[in-house]
């Protein structure tokens, strides 16, 4: 089976550093792009930036470039999103996804984690 | 930066259709995917390339895209179809993902 497996919720105080994770199987991991992407309390989906396992190409969306870091160690099938310094605007549920391959399939998410909620407080 | 917009609710009763629109500029030179999610869960790809349905979504789900506008359609509405839609597009421009508001659906 396709999946992709987040780490647990985290609870932070504001200051902290953060690590989240976000483990494929059942895929070649380092052939497909990973994507992170923010959705606040009763909020829509915000995309933060995307990772190529394959070569760690890494792109930010400009809202939060120099906020977060986005890393990849292939190795292990992971990817994570890291902060180093949280804030409590930062609470939210944070989700990966895979960017699918192929031209049919143009640049869709077809394969989503469970989530991780960070709480900031 | 490219901007989608979505109408914030539709409501509809079981049976009948519900139709949800992605709104942008020359939307209809870009590829829309659609994203269901439930309360509580993760979003679910229901539709990509305007109108390519993934394996296991039912065909009650389409979609169309042209000019300004995007659309899903769901014929048949049934009450597990209530649930938060968003569209998605690739902006090549810029080489970043975009994300509409999102539609709440509700099943009268």
């Known amino acids: 089976e396709v999946q992709l497996v987040q780490s647990g919720a985290e609870v932070k105080k504001p200051g902290d550093s953060l690590k989240i994770s976000c483990t494929g199987s059942?895929?070649?991991?380092?052939?497909?792009?990973i994507a992170w992407v923010r959705q606040k309390p009763g909020k829509g989906l915000e995309w933060i930036g995307i990772?190529?396992?394959?070569?760690?190409?890494?792109r930010y969306s400009p809202s939060f470039q120099g906020q977060v870091s986005i890393s990849v160690d292939k190795s292990i099938s992971s990817a994570h999103l890291q902060w180093s310094g949280l804030r409590a605007s930062d609470t939210a549920m944070y989700y990966c996804?895979?960017?699918?391959?192929?031209?049919?399939?143009?640049?869709?998410?077809?394969?989503w984690g469970q989530g991780t909620v960070v709480s900031v407080s | 930066s490219y901007v989608l917009t979505q109408p914030p609710s539709v409501s509809v009763a079981p049976g009948q259709t519900a139709w949800i629109t992605c709104g942008g500029d020359?939307?209809?030179?870009?590829?829309v995917h659609w994203y269901q999610q439930r309360p509580g869960q993760a979003p679910l790809l229901v539709m990509y390339?305007?109108?390519d349905r993934p394996s296991g979504i039912p065909e009650r789900f389409s979609g169309s895209n042209s000019g300004n506008t995007a659309a899903l359609t769901i014929s048949r509405v049934e009450a597990g179809d209530e649930a938060d839609y968003f569209c998605?597009?690739?902006?090549?421009?810029?080489?970043?993902?975009?994300f509409g508001p999102g539609t709440k659906v509700t099943v009268l």
């Open positions: 996804a895979r960017l699918c391959s192929g031209d049919g399939c143009q640049r869709a998410y077809d394969i």
């Open positions: 059942g895929y070649s991991f380092s052939t497909f792009w």
């Open positions: 990772v190529y396992p394959g070569d760690s190409d890494v």
């Open positions: 020359n939307i209809g030179d870009k590829a």
């Open positions: 390339y305007d109108r």
């Open positions: 998605q597009v690739w902006d090549s421009s810029s080489d970043h993902y975009v």
